[in-house]
């Protein structure tokens, strides 16, 4: 099962993520935060979007979104950004 293993807050709207695989990468967020949505109303706030954290492997924010590391991890290879390394032990 993947996991997000760290996330650390980089700039504007991107988050470098490591996956339980070994595998990181920027979650950029502004594409998603393009779209319409409750849920996202409160993530075009800088600082509230900084307030993420990780529960269950999941990228999360005090609001109750979760976003599932299959969707970050699809997101950042879709910009051509993942770079897969060694799975940790």
């Known amino acids: ?51 993420f954290f990780i529960d269950a492997g999941a990228l999360c924010w005090r609001h109750g979104l979760e976003l599932s590391p299959t969707r970050v991890r699809a997101e950042i290879e879709g910009a051509g950004g993942l770079q897969v390394g060694q799975k940790v032990a």
């Open 1 to 51: 099962m993947l996991d997000i293993t760290q996330a650390k807050y980089i700039d504007k709207f991107q988050i470098a993520v490591t996956f339980s695989d070994g595998a990181t990468g920027i979650f950029d967020a502004a594409p998603l935060l393009a779209n319409r949505g409750s849920l996202l109303v409160p993530l075009r706030d800088p600082e509230f979007f900084r307030a």
